[in-house]
């Protein structure tokens, strides 16, 4: 078998098997911390925008991004039928048996399409996180979609189909914030966002939650992240020094703010750090679509957030920059 997928959660996870190297290092752990699950973030209804209400909506988009980092959406026009469907295929992909797991990687593993486990620097790490994931390149569609997996055999169609949509609603939910911010209309949907990318998360049920993650630490490096959840929770982000945790809102999608649209904000909007902590019952699967630029793309802040009384606090970087900075910090 295919070496990397032996080491994958779900070729080993029995229910009772926990290897020493998925401990986290205590301070880390979840531990038996309590966390609040109150109050939970923003839920915004999206149907609004389309209305009278739209300058509500843009108002509340910006104050969630700024308190939080984090806000759900609901009404969001994505099909629900869709979004179960999504779900049902990366689960089924991910519950393939590991030799056709292996196989089906070995001819399509290209930089279109990959699967990888724990994080995506597996080499590097003191110690591993408890989930299985996989990336998919998004433009142009059509060429990316001959990359990625033909099994189960829906895959292609239903993802593509999610792509499609949840692209539509990026589109829309930076034009809002756009609006929030006083940027020209138009101003996220070129350079800015040009390179998408959809990641899958598997993380299956582990015996002992209290002593590992399913994904470390992290802030998202990229302008928006959204994240289609099953109903089980995991996620948690940090507010007031504090680990909230998201609850899941059946059919509504979770919004958060990467560090590419906190600095273009100069700093308004604000990025928040965030984990996936396991459960021993049910695994979870997740879907996060990142908007984001290509790597040379040069991120700084808006010419028209800036003023005498509002001066940059960033210089400039490479988008790739981020993508290091985040990438070190999500294995510590
Ligand atoms: C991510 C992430 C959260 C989740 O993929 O960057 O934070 O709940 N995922 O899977
Ligand atoms: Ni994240």
């Known amino acids: 078998m295919n070496q ?19 401990v986290v290092p205590s301070g880390k752990r979840p531990g038996d911390n309590v966390v609040p699950t109150v109050p939970n973030i923003p839920v915004i209804d999206l149907s609004k925008s389309q209305s009278s209400h739209r300058k509500e909506i843009v108002q509340q988009i910006i104050e969630a991004a700024q308190h939080f980092g984090f806000f759900q959406v609901i009404n969001h026009g994505v099909p629900w039928r869709l979004m179960d469907d999504a779900i049902g295929v990366f689960k089924e992909f991910f519950e393939l048996p590991s030799e056709e797991k292996s196989r089906i ?11 990888f486990t724990s994080s995506s620097d597996y080499d590097k790490e003191t110690h591993h996180f408890w989930r299985d ?18 099994k189960p055999l829906r895959y292609r169609e239903v993802v593509g189909n999610y792509v499609v949509n949840v692209r539509e609603l990026g589109s829309r939910l930076l034009e809002l914030i756009s609006e929030g911010l006083g940027l020209e209309h138009g101003y996220f949907a070129k350079e800015l966002s040009q390179e998408p990318v959809l990641v899958a998360n598997h993380y299956p049920p582990c015996p002992d939650p209290s002593l590992t993650l399913g994904a470390g630490k992290h802030c998202d490096p990229n302008l928006i992240t959204i994240l289609l959840q099953e109903d089980v929770p995991g996620l948690q982000f940090v507010n007031n020094g504090e680990w909230i945790s998201v609850e899941p809102i059946p059919y509504a999608f979770v919004v958060n703010i990467g560090l590419q649209l906190q600095i273009i904000s100069n700093g308004k909007l604000r990025s928040m750090e965030h984990r996936v902590v396991t459960n021993a019952v049910k695994s979870r699967t997740t879907s ?8 040379e793309c040069f991120i700084e802040p808006a010419k028209a957030v800036l003023s005498a009384e509002n001066p940059s606090n960033y210089k400039g970087v490479l988008y790739k920059e981020l993508v290091k900075i985040t990438r070190a910090a999500f294995i510590e």
């Open 288 to 295: 996060a679509y990142f908007i984001e630029p290509r790597k």
């Open 105 to 115: 990687c070995l001819e399509e593993q290209s930089r279109k399409f990959s699967l």
């Open 133 to 150: 994931a996989t990336t998919h390149s998004c433009t142009p569609l059509e060429e990316c979609i001959q990359y990625w997996p033909s």
């Open 4 to 22: 990397i997928i032996e080491k994958h959660v779900s070729t080993w996870a029995d229910g009772k098997t926990f290897p020493a190297s998925y």
